[in-house]
């Protein structure tokens, strides 16, 4: 599965997603991007799922979502404090579909 790591996801987390083909926003030229239009790029350079930790991401997109997104709700973007809750988003990317938004997280 090819993942996008959302901005606000930090980038030394990606080795932690090693299980699939990942890539983060930065690397893929796409910083300051709106969501709207990540999901959109995401989608047409072949990407099936982003992660992020931005509670509010793909909200506001009004048509079907074209990739899965899962958000990490637990309100920081510090990397040490995700860390624990990788495993769970781990199993929600295994197990999204495309177009759902999953939660994860208290």
């Known amino acids: 599965m090819r993942v996008l790591l959302d901005e606000c996801v930090a980038r030394q987390l990606k080795g932690d997603f090693a299980v699939f083909d990942v890539r ?17 790029g995401a989608a047409e350079s072949g ?5 992020t930790v931005d509670r509010d991401f793909g909200l506001q997109y009004r048509d079907a979502l074209p990739v899965a ?10 990397p040490v404090k995700l860390r624990p809750y990788l495993p ?4 929600a990317l ?4 495309p177009g759902e938004r999953i939660r994860v997280g208290a």
Request: net charge negative; proline share 0%; hydrophobic share 50%.
């Open 24 to 40: 983060t926003v930065q690397e893929m030229g796409w910083a300051g991007i709106k969501n709207g239009a990540l999901i959109a």
């Open 47 to 51: 990407f099936e799922a982003i992660f």
């Open 69 to 78: 997104v899962v958000v990490l709700e637990v309100g920081t973007t510090d």
């Open 88 to 91: 769970s988003v781990i199993d």
């Open 94 to 97: 295994r197990q999204v579909q």
